[in-house]
């Protein structure tokens, strides 16, 4: 398992519309080899700012880098400079490979 995350600090007044445009956007991740969920994250606001962390598990880093390479990558951003700059500074990439995995048999995702 591979985990790929990217964090974005947004300002409190751009809030609402970060998440529209999370929320509208089309995904294409359903139609990738390799790709196993998706979550978009809201953490606390601190100091104005709210910390958001788009979680995308993978069945191996290689599917994640297949991926990025790929016209569903390419077309999944083509929009991504059009669109007014709602975080700020860069957002914070982070990938992670799985050493352990725990999960109850019964367990239900929110």
Do not use: C
């Not at 609402?16 to 080899?33: G, H, I, K, Y």
């Not at 990025?68 to 500074?89: C, I, M, N, V």
């Amino acid at each position: 398992m591979y985990l790929a995350m990217n964090r974005f600090s947004v300002p409190l007044e751009n809030a609402a519309e970060f998440e529209d445009l999370w929320l509208s956007r089309e995904s294409r991740l359903n139609d990738v080899p390799g790709f196993v969920e998706f979550h978009m994250l809201k953490g606390a606001e601190v100091d104005g700012v709210i910390l958001y962390a788009s979680h995308t598990v993978w069945e191996d880093e290689a599917r994640f880098l297949d991926w990025t390479r790929s016209d569903q990558f390419r077309g999944a951003h083509a929009k991504a400079g059009q669109t007014r700059k709602l975080h700020q500074g860069a957002p914070t990439f982070e990938g992670f490979k799985a050493i352990q995995h725990i999960a109850r048999a019964d367990a239900t995702t929110a």
